[in-house]
């Protein structure tokens, strides 16, 4: 079946999530990398946690509570104005560079975002980054209070866009959300910044695993879940010549 539509995920695939660098490290000198990291890996665990918990809270409280979380566990003290720059960070994260010309270039398919991200959080985010032009919807899996990669999180594709699965190509730079949207059936392309050969390397070279080399071992390399993507691509800049 032709490509009707090309649907991608926000947080790490069109939006660079390593962006709050800048905000944690001046929020708290010294400390800004450690809480980038693991603010994030909590994010994503507390969003698996709550679905299989069947507590649903929407990505804002997520967000907010791994967030506390992880100055907690550090021993960092804060006022509520400096919590609330950091969160802030999230509605104005950084594109990555070639996000917004691969979209243009992808017309006329129909383009989606799908994300775990509340409506709120996602709707400021792509009006304050300039995509709200380019894309014909931004979906948040808040409709069905589950996040992926539940199953009901991917229906929505079809749902809002009126497209079968294998006329979707998904697309995301997480690898559990590409075995996620494989597993439903949907074609995926994942990509695949950080390859296996660059990872070994950067644990080689230093004696002492930093925190974004921890990140990256963790939750960018392909899990062992039993779905490979229909196709790897180290840039989003390359989706044009697939879809």
């Not at 000198?29 to 809270?57: C, D, F, H, N």
């Amino acid at each position: 079946m032709p490509i009707k539509a090309v649907v991608f995920d926000a947080y790490g695939t069109l939006y660079d999530i390593q962006s709050v660098a800048d905000v944690t490290e001046d929020a708290f000198p010294g400390y800004g990398a450690i809480i980038t990291q693991v603010w994030r890996i909590k994010q994503l665990e507390y969003t698996w946690l709550r679905s299989l918990m069947r507590r649903y809270q929407d990505f804002d409280a997520v967000t907010r509570d791994s967030l506390a979380y992880t100055l907690r566990v550090l021993g960092l003290a804060y006022e509520n104005e400096t919590f609330e720059r950091v969160i802030e960070k999230y509605l104005h994260l950084d594109l990555y560079p070639d996000a917004a010309e691969t979209l243009a270039a992808l017309r006329p398919r129909k383009l989606a975002i799908l994300s775990n991200g509340s409506p709120d959080m996602l709707n400021a985010l792509v009006r304050n980054s300039g995509l709200d032009a380019l894309l014909d919807a931004t979906i948040s899996v808040d409709a069905k209070k589950v996040f992926k990669p539940d199953p009901q999180a991917y229906e929505l594709i079809s749902e809002v866009l009126g497209t079968a699965p294998d006329e979707v190509l998904f697309v995301s730079s997480n690898p559990w959300d590409a075995a996620g949207a494989k597993s439903f059936g949907l074609k995926v392309a994942w990509i695949e910044r950080v390859t296996p050969e660059a990872m070994a390397l950067a644990c080689v070279e230093n004696e002492l695993v930093a925190p974004l080399t921890m990140f990256k071992a963790i939750r960018t390399q392909m899990d062992e879940l039993g779905f490979e993507p229909d196709h790897r691509v180290r840039a989003l800049s390359e989706l044009p010549g697939i879809a």
